[in-house]
């Protein structure tokens, strides 16, 4: 008997390329809200270590940076003192991540809410995309408003508390992960058709 190979369309291919990539992402997003609805002290803490640790990395990259393009850069000396801050601000949330968490929840609320908007907005422009391509963007054009009405919710009350802080982040990983998982069965979907 024969076998027929049929060659994949270029929207196969590509669905079937990044899929799998999509359903990781959404695993992990959805195992960190988990994380954050049922340990969330030790994530909490866990996080702000995390983030101290890319303070301090970050900062030595920034004062490298900054050294070795003092003799092409008259204003170099921002750079050091951003690079100082940086590594200060590491070292404060590896020794003390719970008072670093408390220090900094505030800015900690802005950033989230200005990234939820973000990816809220680049959210919907890749469902909308996705609709003119391969169908299937509902997931993540309601992601995106979700993401949204996150984003908008933390700017309007931004001495929210640190549980509903942690809860919101919470449900908008869970959420995240949930329609990045739908949009993974889409995509595959789509690449068996």
Not at 169 to 180: K, P, R, W
Request: proline share 2%.
């Amino acid at each position: 008997m024969v076998e027929f190979k049929l060659d994949k369309t270029p929207r196969q291919r590509i669905c079937s390329d990044i899929w799998w990539l999509v359903l990781l992402r959404g695993m992990a997003a959805l195992f960190l809200g988990i994380l954050l609805l049922t340990r969330t002290r030790a994530t909490v803490l866990l996080l702000v270590q995390i983030l101290g640790v890319f303070f301090i990395i970050d900062g030595l990259f920034i004062l490298l940076v900054s050294l070795r393009g003092m003799k092409y850069f008259p204003k170099w000396g921002t750079g050091i003192f951003v690079a100082v801050l940086s590594i200060l601000a590491g070292i404060v949330a590896l020794l003390h991540p719970a008072a670093a968490a408390l220090l900094t929840l505030n800015i900690v609320v802005y950033f989230l809410a200005f990234a939820a908007l973000l990816w809220g907005l680049m959210s919907i422009l890749t469902g909308v995309r996705l609709r003119r391509d391969f169908g299937g963007e509902r997931s993540m054009v309601l992601g995106g408003l979700l993401a949204i009405g996150l984003g908008a919710l933390l700017l309007a009350h931004p001495q929210i508390t640190g549980l509903v802080f942690v809860l919101s982040a919470a449900a908008f990983a869970v959420l995240l992960g949930v329609f990045l998982l739908i949009l993974a069965f889409s995509l595959r979907k789509i690449c068996r058709t």
